[in-house]
């Protein structure tokens, strides 16, 4: 479930739509939840469909690291992605805002960590060189993604948080303990499903690239 404090907007005709929050966000947030109505289809079930809802499930759905398709059904999967995101996904089925986002910003997340199916090309971006999203770029960017989720995690016990309850009691009570500095957090790493040539120890073997397709925000 998508952060209550958000609506669907259209952006521009480059982008099109995405999650813009209509009141202040503070680092710290859990700005989305997996939720018991969220679907979750395996690979099987993926390779089963007509190609029709295959194409749905490509654009609509990120993989988690057992390579099952997630299908959020509410505005979360018209979250855009952003090589300088503001919001961070974790190992624990939820994802934190790393700094405040203001009323009227976009929430946005790095399509780099969802496990992709093969590259894309996205807009350019101040602030970063990366013009290219790879499935292995969890394998390239989890320090940096790591730190950020360090940075951010201690203000998850000091700002509302809406959706904690939807968290399942075991991932609550390992997140309060995260925070309070009584756990250390499990990399992001976990969340990568090694379905292409890389290693899981971070060292990120040569993908074979098909001519990326260019895919701008939903």
């Known amino acids: 479930m998508i952060h209550p404090d958000t609506e669907l907007r259209f952006i521009n005709d480059q982008i099109g739509y995405g999650v813009v929050a ?6 710290g947030t859990i700005t989305w939840a997996l939720d018991k109505l969220d679907r979750i289809f395996t690979p099987h079930q993926v390779r089963s469909m007509d ?5 749905v499930l490509d654009k609509y759905t990120y993989r988690n690291a057992e390579g099952n398709h997630i299908l959020c059904w509410d505005n979360a999967r018209f979250v855009n992605h952003s090589s300088n995101s503001n919001c961070v996904t974790t190992a624990y089925e939820f994802e934190i805002a790393i700094r405040d ?3 009227g ?3 946005t997340d790095d399509y780099g960590y969802l496990n992709l199916e093969e590259p894309f090309e996205v807009l ?3 602030g970063t060189n990366r013009t290219v999203i790879y499935p292995d770029d969890l394998l390239r960017y989890y320090h940096e993604w790591d730190e950020k989720l360090l940075a951010a995690f201690p203000e998850l016990l000091h700002v509302p948080q809406p959706l904690f309850n939807l968290l399942e009691k075991g991932i609550r009570e390992k997140a309060e303990h995260i925070a309070a500095g009584q756990t250390k957090i499990d990399s992001i790493l976990h969340c990568y499903y090694p379905s292409h040539n890389g290693k899981i120890n971070g060292e990120a073997q ?3 690239l098909r001519s990326p397709k260019v895919v701008y925000p939903f």
């Open 105 to 107: 910003e976009e929430l």
């Open 124 to 126: 350019p971006e101040a």
């Open 51 to 55: 190609p029709l809802y295959q194409q």
């Open 206 to 208: 040569a993908v074979k």
């Open 101 to 103: 986002i203001q009323p």
């Open 22 to 27: 209509t009141k202040f966000i503070p680092k």
